[in-house]
């Protein structure tokens, strides 16, 4: 099996060690894309997924690795974007960045702020209770956006009762 895509103009990739890299020039994003059955052959405007092997979960691994390629492609061309929304009833909650961490702080009347860790790569923007997650790699950013979502988890309170939190409200598919 083989599935061959087009590297686009202006677009440059190269596979070294297991790691596959594209960039538009100005941005880059790398992606580990390694399996002993699969080989990935890049040319001069066109990047090959390949196998020998006609069996079913060798050839959904190149599947996976092509639309793994065509990801990396998008968030170069446009962003990968996130929204997520801090909800709160009683305890007014205040969200925010600082350095590499968003913080939350008076969530659910806590006295000891909540952090949750930006990856590398990944633009975080406040604006009250809306968060805005973007990057051009679509990893790092549902990473980032799952990392915020999980900071707000209440425990074994009643969720139908307590319904404070940050969620995601949209999102890459």
Known sequence: MQITKDI??????????????????????????????????????????????????IESIVKTFSRHYDNMIEGLEEEHVYRLKGVYAHFPMTIKTQGDKL???????????REAEIMDGVDVQVDGEEITVSGPDKDKVS???????????????????????????????
Do not use: C, W
């Open 103 to 113: 913080v939350v702080e008076n969530f659910m009347g806590e006295r000891k702020p």
């Open 8 to 57: 686009p103009e202006d677009f440059q990739a190269k596979y070294e060690g297991g790691i596959l890299t594209v960039s538009d020039g100005s941005q880059e994003v790398e992606k580990k894309l390694e399996h002993a059955q699969i080989d990935i052959d890049v040319q001069d405007d066109e990047i090959v997924f390949s196998t020998d092997r006609d069996k079913a979960n």
């Open 143 to 173: 990473q980032t956006a799952a990392r915020i979502e999980q900071l707000s988890k209440k425990g074994n309170r009643d969720p139908r009762t307590f319904q404070d939190g940050i969620y995601i409200v949209e999102g890459d598919q």
